[in-house]
């Protein structure tokens, strides 16, 4: 019996100095809370931004500070994808947030639905109404719909002057007025959308005077034929997994400095470029091209496997730095490359299987070609991890005579980026 309550008074013991440490963690707990109570509601409200605004609503319960602090936080930010409930619900949320919304101004609206949900335009134009009455400078609409038709954008958005980036992604009908005034446009993001005409295409870009980064994915059957991509202030141009079939594209834009072009299928790419300040290009296309005069003061250029074999015959007079994915069985046609960029100091080329490949011996062929690039100073090999059973071939590489006596070799994991050193 005595044991017994020993045991028992024993497990009471622990039991209190557990509800002490609670007690402890919420005062701690309660310290941090004040302290941030005690900083001014702006300073609160740009903590808050960083969070998704489904959190940021849930902050109103900490205490009667917090109550409507969320109203005022600048960033909005609704993801389907975060939330638990009917489509409905989740329509209904946003819009009785945006009418308890009190700032004056928003520098952040994002709207992201994920598939196997939908919305009608007649709430999405609402949303972006609400977005542009206060002064949105960078909207996100991603509207990633399985098997819905697209959805139009109110005509009000194309005028809004406080505009500073407008990314657009997927079921989005692009019908123009024929006015658009986006002045402080400076960020254009076009992914996967479809298109009136390519009338649309082209008003929407005229009505962005100051327009510098553009991002476009063109898909099949998007309503446009040669695209015709005309920006006198553009400076840096993506055209991902581009789909046009053999029709044209035409650049024009002389302040253009980096331009990252992808093409996947096989047809005929016929484009012309018109830009002299263009120094930078990450080319991955399938096709075979022409020179392209705009090409020849690159300083930077990344090309894939079979971008290397487009344009192994091309010349590069002012290109520093090379990058490209090879194998075993494309070192003709990075010779010929190399030949044609006779100012070249730095290569960086990835083998994803080392060595051997296709019956090629790497290292013989890496002797015969790229010590011969005379202004070489660095070459950087990125491949697997399988090179560390290759040491001789390696080591053949690393002792191979270099025309330039500064050369250095050097090799890389592609998992981690870190050099490996022999």
Same mark, same amino acid.
């Given at each position: 019996?005595?044991?017994?309550?020993?045991?028992?008074?024993?497990?009471?013991?622990?039991?209190? %100095?557990?509800?002490?440490?609670?007690?402890?963690?919420? %005062?701690?707990?309660?310290?941090?809370?004040?302290?941030?109570?005690?900083?001014?509601?702006?300073?609160?409200?740009?903590?808050?931004?960083?969070?998704?605004?489904?959190?940021?609503?849930?902050?109103?319960?900490?205490?009667?500070?917090?109550?409507?602090?969320?109203?005022?936080?600048?960033?909005?930010?609704?993801?389907? =994808?975060?939330?638990?409930?009917?489509?409905?619900?989740?329509?209904?949320?946003?819009?009785?947030?945006?009418?308890?919304?009190?700032?004056?101004?928003?520098?952040?609206? *994002?709207?992201?639905?994920?598939?196997?949900?939908?919305?009608? $335009?007649?709430?999405?134009?609402?949303?972006?109404? =609400?977005?542009? $009455?206060?002064?949105?400078?960078?909207?996100?609409?991603?509207?990633?719909?399985?098997?819905?038709?697209? @959805?139009?954008?109110?005509?009000?958005?194309?005028? #809004? &002057? *406080?505009?500073?980036?407008?990314?657009?992604?997927?079921?989005?009908?692009?019908?123009?007025?024929?006015?658009?005034?986006?002045?402080?446009?400076?960020?254009?993001?076009?992914? &996967?959308?479809?298109?009136?005409?390519?009338?649309?295409?082209?008003?929407?870009?005229?009505?962005?005077?100051?327009?510098?980064?553009?991002?476009?994915?063109?898909?099949?059957?998007?309503?446009?034929?040669?695209?015709? +991509?005309?920006?006198?202030?553009?400076?840096?141009?993506?055209?991902?997994?581009? $789909?046009?079939?053999?029709?044209?594209?035409?650049?024009?834009?002389?302040?253009?400095?980096?331009?990252?072009?992808?093409?996947?299928?096989?047809?005929?790419?016929?484009?012309? +470029?018109?830009?002299?300040?263009?120094?930078?290009?990450?080319?991955?296309?399938?096709?075979? #091209?022409?020179?392209?005069?705009?090409?020849?003061?690159?300083?930077?250029?990344?090309?894939?496997?079979?971008?290397?074999?487009?344009?192994?015959?091309? $010349?590069?007079?002012?290109?520093?730095?090379?990058?490209?994915?090879?194998?075993?069985?494309?070192?003709?046609?990075?010779?010929?490359?190399?030949?044609?960029?006779?100012?070249?100091?730095?290569? @960086?080329?990835?083998? %994803?299987?080392?060595?051997?490949? &296709?019956?090629?011996?790497?290292?013989?062929?890496?002797?015969?070609?790229?010590?011969?690039?005379?202004?070489?100073?660095? @070459?950087?090999? !990125?491949?697997?991890?399988?090179?560390?059973?290759?040491?001789?071939?390696?080591?053949?590489?690393?002792?191979?005579?270099?025309?330039?006596?500064?050369?250095?070799?050097?090799?890389?994991?592609?998992?981690?980026?870190? %050099?490996? !050193?022999?």
């Amino acid at each position: 019996m005595a044991d017994l309550v020993q045991r028992l008074s024993k497990k009471r013991s622990v039991e209190k %100095e557990k509800e002490k440490e609670k007690e402890k963690d919420m %005062e701690k707990g309660q310290k941090h809370i004040d302290q941030l109570s005690n900083l001014p509601d702006s300073i609160i409200c740009h903590i808050l931004s960083f969070l998704p605004t489904k959190l940021s609503v849930a902050t109103s319960t900490l205490s009667k500070r917090w109550k409507h602090l969320w109203t005022a936080v600048p960033v909005l930010s609704f993801s389907s =994808a975060e939330f638990i409930g009917t489509l409905g619900s989740f329509v209904d949320s946003i819009g009785k947030f945006l009418t308890n919304f009190q700032a004056q101004n928003v520098y952040q609206f *994002t709207i992201d639905f994920k598939p196997f949900l939908e919305v009608d $335009e007649e709430h999405l134009g609402t949303w972006v109404a =609400a977005a542009v $009455e206060r002064n949105v400078q960078e909207l996100k609409l991603s509207l990633n719909f399985s098997h819905v038709p697209t @959805v139009r954008l109110p005509g009000r958005l194309f005028a #809004c &002057r *406080t505009l500073v980036s407008l990314k657009l992604i997927d079921n989005i009908f692009i019908d123009l007025p024929e006015n658009v005034c986006l002045q402080n446009l400076r960020t254009l993001q076009l992914e &996967r959308l479809h298109y009136a005409n390519e009338g649309s295409f082209n008003i929407l870009l005229s009505g962005c005077p100051v327009l510098e980064d553009l991002v476009v994915e063109r898909i099949l059957d998007d309503g446009i034929l040669d695209m015709v +991509i005309n920006v006198a202030s553009l400076k840096r141009l993506n055209l991902k997994n581009y $789909e046009a079939n053999d029709h044209g594209l035409l650049i024009s834009a002389p302040l253009l400095e980096r331009i990252e072009l992808s093409q996947k299928n096989f047809n005929v790419l016929n484009f012309q +470029i018109d830009s002299s300040s263009l120094v930078e290009a990450i080319i991955d296309i399938h096709v075979t #091209c022409e020179p392209i005069e705009a090409f020849a003061n690159l300083e930077f250029l990344s090309l894939s496997e079979f971008a290397l074999f487009s344009m192994a015959f091309h $010349e590069f007079h002012n290109l520093v730095c090379l990058e490209t994915t090879t194998s075993c069985a494309n070192w003709d046609d990075l010779e010929e490359l190399l030949h044609g960029s006779n100012n070249l100091k730095t290569l @960086v080329y990835h083998i %994803e299987v080392p060595i051997l490949h &296709r019956g090629h011996n790497c290292d013989k062929s890496f002797s015969k070609t790229v010590p011969n690039a005379k202004f070489l100073e660095e @070459v950087k090999i !990125r491949t697997s991890s399988m090179l560390k059973k290759r040491r001789r071939h390696i080591r053949n590489m690393l002792n191979c005579p270099r025309a330039s006596t500064e050369c250095q070799i050097r090799f890389f994991l592609d998992s981690t980026g870190k %050099e490996y !050193r022999f």
